[in-house]
């Protein structure tokens, strides 16, 4: 679903992003973790076509992200951890808002709109105004824009600052229902537990480079951490990762 090659980017003579490689896979649900400054939301952003490379590759689904960027981005879905809403819509006027953009007619806001504000429990708050909505709601009325045009790769950026447990629990289920289908979803969390819970592949980055990449058991086995938890694994493998200046790519091809 996603594949990066030799992807760089660099702010004059700062180097943000080191040469990375990086698939990952149809129906994943992948965790890309990091301390505060490792390059994470760089990364986000070029995925999602934000910011533009200095250098390498980005296809999302078999598209260029850069030479067949309409159709790339077409198939992403991007939540970033402070989404911008039009306050003075209400939630239905900012689903339409969203479908203008991705050129979907008014008959799918109409279903597919109201299924979503009613799945996510917003069908009594769609025609108020979203500057009423409380914070989770505010997020829960992303995640259906978000949705909306049935994207085939989810980036999301912190999706669980400040929900509480209800909230954060039906996110996590509706990253596991978009994994079934066969769709991607591309975490980045601080919240460790969660990432744990829910991704079957994880990547820690650290001054601009992947320092780490495998299962929940394959990074315990490279960090020789036996049954600890995701916090002691990454806590060992940044701590490392910061004593050494050479960077070995621990990727492997994905199918």
């Given at each position: ?65 850069l030479t067949d960027t309409v159709q790339a981005q077409q198939r992403v879905g991007f939540i970033p ?119 079957d592949r994880i990547g820690i980055i650290n001054k601009g480079r992947l320092v780490a990449l495998g ?37 492997q091809d994905a199918p």
């Amino acid at each position: 679903m996603i594949k990066v090659e030799q992807l760089e980017k660099r702010y004059g003579s700062f180097q943000a992003l080191h040469p990375l490689d990086l698939h990952v896979r149809p129906g994943e649900i992948f965790g890309f973790l990091g301390p505060n400054g490792a390059g994470k939301t760089t990364t986000i952003r070029l995925l999602a076509g934000v910011l533009p490379p200095t250098a390498g590759r980005i296809t999302i689904d078999g598209f260029d992200l850069l030479t067949d960027t309409v159709q790339a981005q077409q198939r992403v879905g991007f939540i970033p951890d402070r989404p911008y809403l039009h306050e003075k819509l209400t939630g239905y006027e900012f689903l339409e808002f969203v479908a203008g953009i991705y050129g979907l007619p008014a008959s799918h806001v109409r279903t597919e709109g109201r299924r979503l504000l009613e799945l996510y429990e917003l069908g009594p708050f769609a025609d108020r105004l979203i500057e009423g909505y409380s914070h989770g709601m505010k997020q829960r009325l992303v995640l259906s824009a978000t949705l909306l045009h049935e994207p085939r790769l989810m980036i999301v950026d912190e999706p669980m600052v400040g929900l509480d447990p209800h909230g954060a629990r039906q996110i996590k289920d509706v990253f596991r229902e978009i994994a079934a289908g066969g769709r991607t979803v591309f975490l980045s969390t601080h919240t460790l537990d969660v990432a744990e819970e829910v991704c079957d592949r994880i990547g820690i980055i650290n001054k601009g480079r992947l320092v780490a990449l495998g299962t929940m058991a394959e990074l315990r086995a490279s960090a020789s951490a036996g049954d600890a938890d995701l916090e002691e694994v990454f806590l060992a493998v940044v701590e490392e990762a910061g004593r050494s200046t050479a960077f070995v790519n621990p990727d492997q091809d994905a199918p």
